[in-house]
């Protein structure tokens, strides 16, 4: 659990965007695992100006740890929250478990970096998670979408969060990026409702889900359960009849229905090797970003 480089560079972007995080609760003790270099190019690049002195002293004064960062990004108090304390949580308890009620909407940002893969119970870490933020404060998560396959227990897709954190939930969305770890670019990712189908990707390298979400109303968490959107479509158009035929989203392709096996899959695997390596990010739902030029408002 920690803050890389495109960690910081989400959370810097958080703060540009209007996140506040002058109570902050991180999901896991996060350590810094990011350069002293780096840290101060990334600041400055977010227009904190700061020495390799001062970058050296964020780095080493909590050990290691994320607090005195979180400070600077305008923290007045953090707290950690883990199941064990072999990293020197400030709050040991089980996220598998309801938290106690002391903690709900106790914190202006609730930020997690790679901690609710490791975590079994997902749907109900997930609305510890959002249980905690205050009203009009945010959950921050940093986890991974690709390529990532045996880090934690899951990895996770931006439809999950555009059905978690919605309005039904009393969060939404504001915004939801990918970036690949060796890349310097960042995506903002489309919910598939206004994509009008699933939004997929293919990559080569690891890849990581970044979302921020604002707490709009304190509402009950799941008392309906989340529905991929492209399924909810389907049923709605067959309940209204107004299709006669309702297509599976997945399904043999033209080419495994009219090709011997060894040529389609030839032809198969090729098609996915150039996706992955000439059009990872479908324009119909990727648009590429700058991340040190977000800005509250969705620019056309």
């Not at 506040?20 to 609760?25: G, L, R, V």
């Not at 020495?51 to 990004?73: M, V």
């Not at 504001?174 to 970036?179: A, E, I, M, Q, S």
Request: aromatic share 10%; glycine share 6%.
């Amino acid at each position: 659990m920690g803050l890389d480089d495109k960690a910081t560079q989400f959370l810097l972007a958080s703060r540009q965007l209007g996140v506040s995080f002058e109570q902050t609760a991180t999901i896991g003790r996060q350590r810094l695992y990011i350069t002293k270099s780096g840290l101060a190019k990334r600041l400055s690049a977010f227009g904190i100006t700061t020495t390799s002195e001062t970058a050296q002293r964020l780095l080493e004064e909590a050990q290691g740890y994320s607090e005195p960062l979180f400070r600077l990004l305008g923290a007045t108090h953090t707290e950690s929250f883990d199941a064990s304390d072999y990293e020197g949580a400030s709050c040991v308890l089980d996220l598998n478990q309801p938290i106690p009620s002391e903690h709900a909407a106790s914190f202006t940002a609730v930020v997690d970096s790679g901690t609710l893969e490791h975590v079994f119970n997902f749907p109900e870490a997930i609305r510890n998670c959002m249980q905690m933020v205050q009203l009009g404060g945010h959950l921050l998560s940093i986890t991974n979408v690709n390529n990532l396959a045996g880090h934690g227990f899951y990895q996770f897709s931006p439809e999950l969060f555009y059905r978690v954190l919605s309005e039904s939930n009393g969060f939404t969305v504001t915004r939801l990026l990918v970036t690949e770890t060796s890349s310097p670019h960042w995506y903002e990712v489309t919910d598939p409702v206004d994509a009008r189908g699933r939004v997929q990707l293919r990559t080569f390298r690891p890849t990581y889900l970044c979302v921020v979400a604002q707490r709009t109303a304190i509402k009950p968490i799941f008392t309906v359960t989340p529905q991929q959107s492209d399924y909810v479509t389907q049923w709605h158009a067959a309940d209204e009849k107004t299709a006669t035929h309702i297509k599976t989203a997945e399904g043999l392709h033209p080419i495994e229905q009219c090709a011997p096996a060894r040529l389609a899959l030839a032809i198969k695997s090729l098609y996915h090797f150039l996706q992955a390596t000439v059009l990872p990010f479908d324009r119909r739902a990727f648009r590429r970003v700058s991340i040190t030029e977000l800005t509250t408002k969705h620019s056309s």
